[in-house]
């Protein structure tokens, strides 16, 4: 495991997806498209814990994707799961409750 490039919160690890994202622009068009995000609304959108949510719970529902992000970034798929728990809280399936 890669300690050292696991960002320090799940707010350095959404940045860095929406990061990632920006430097990718099939892949920011196809989440833009899904979440209904205008490209002038990104600025205002990332102070929103929603779609902060929303983002990771893009880069998580497709493997190759998430793991195309962690490759890139040397970001572990925990780290991104963690950032993606904290922005949506305890799921019914999670044990958490």
């Given amino acids: 495991m890669k300690n050292s490039s696991i960002p320090a919160s ?3 690890t959404a940045i860095a997806v929406l990061g990632w ?3 990718e622009p099939d892949m920011l068009g196809r989440f833009l498209a ?3 995000t205008r490209p002038d609304q990104l ?3 990332i102070r929103d814990p929603a779609f902060m949510a929303g983002m990771l719970d893009f880069l998580m529902a497709h493997e190759p994707t998430l793991m ?3 490759s890139a970034t040397d970001i572990e798929p925990e780290a991104v799961v963690n ?3 904290h922005y949506t809280g305890p799921t019914l399936g999670s044990g958490e409750y």
């Fill in 43 to 45: 600025r205002q959108s």
């Fill in 34 to 36: 899904l979440s209904g």
């Fill in 68 to 70: 195309a992000f962690c």
């Fill in 21 to 23: 994202l920006a430097n």
């Fill in 10 to 12: 799940a707010d350095e």
């Fill in 83 to 85: 950032a993606a728990h």
